[in-house]
């Protein structure tokens, strides 16, 4: 385990509400601060930490791999940041892009012509993690002379599917 500052603050807040919890319990200050120096890393570990990552959306960031992207669509959204940031798949031809990327899920739809746009594919990121994360993340790749010219990440409200 790495020890770094955030650990240790967090650990000192968990020490002092540790401490003025059982202080309310028993008047022996010794037997306090022994209880509380044992009881702290087992409530931080098994209560603190996972209730913090339940309402933070902190996710592990990874490099493009088309042979994840297509296994595990659902995490597409760890690798889709680092693609942008270092330009993976600007240039590249609708063709490469299908080979990397599979094919395209949905066009976007162009209110001018009534209908698709064949030069903007979209494809799922899945549904980062969070508590209170009700959106699923999408991206955009925009061709222009048949070579990708931009990506656009965005959310959409999550929808469920309900026999009626």
Same mark, same amino acid.
């Given at each position: 385990?790495?020890?770094?500052?955030?650990?240790?603050?967090?650990?000192? *807040?968990?020490?002092?509400?540790?401490?003025?919890? @059982? =202080?309310?319990?028993? /008047?022996? +200050?010794?037997?306090?601060? #022994?209880?509380?120096?044992?009881?702290?890393?087992?409530?931080?570990?098994?209560?603190?930490?996972?209730?913090?990552?339940?309402?933070?959306?902190?996710?592990?960031?990874?490099?493009?791999?088309?042979?994840?992207?297509?296994?595990?669509?659902?995490?597409?959204?760890?690798? *889709?940041?680092?693609?942008?940031?270092?330009?993976? @798949? =600007?240039?590249?031809? /609708?063709? +490469?892009?299908?080979?990397? #990327?599979?094919?395209?899920?949905?066009?976007?739809?162009?209110?001018?012509?009534?209908?698709?746009?064949?030069?903007?594919?979209?494809?799922?990121?899945?549904?980062?993690?969070?508590?209170?994360?009700?959106?699923?993340?999408?991206?955009?790749?925009?061709?222009?002379?048949?070579?990708?010219?931009?990506?656009?990440?965005?959310?959409?409200?999550?929808?469920?599917?309900?026999?009626?």
């Amino acid at each position: 385990m790495i020890i770094t500052p955030l650990l240790v603050i967090f650990m000192i *807040i968990v020490f002092v509400l540790l401490y003025l919890f @059982l =202080k309310t319990v028993d /008047k022996r +200050e010794w037997l306090i601060v #022994l209880i509380s120096l044992i009881m702290t890393p087992l409530v931080y570990f098994y209560m603190f930490y996972p209730f913090l990552n339940i309402i933070s959306n902190y996710h592990h960031q990874k490099y493009f791999d088309a042979e994840a992207w297509s296994e595990k669509p659902a995490l597409r959204y760890e690798m *889709i940041d680092s693609t942008i940031d270092t330009d993976t @798949l =600007k240039g590249k031809s /609708k063709t +490469e892009i299908e080979t990397l #990327l599979g094919k395209a899920e949905w066009l976007t739809w162009d209110d001018a012509k009534k209908s698709h746009d064949d030069n903007k594919w979209n494809y799922g990121l899945g549904i980062e993690p969070g508590a209170f994360n009700d959106e699923k993340g999408n991206v955009e790749i925009t061709f222009i002379n048949n070579k990708v010219e931009a990506l656009r990440t965005y959310n959409e409200p999550l929808t469920f599917d309900t026999d009626e």
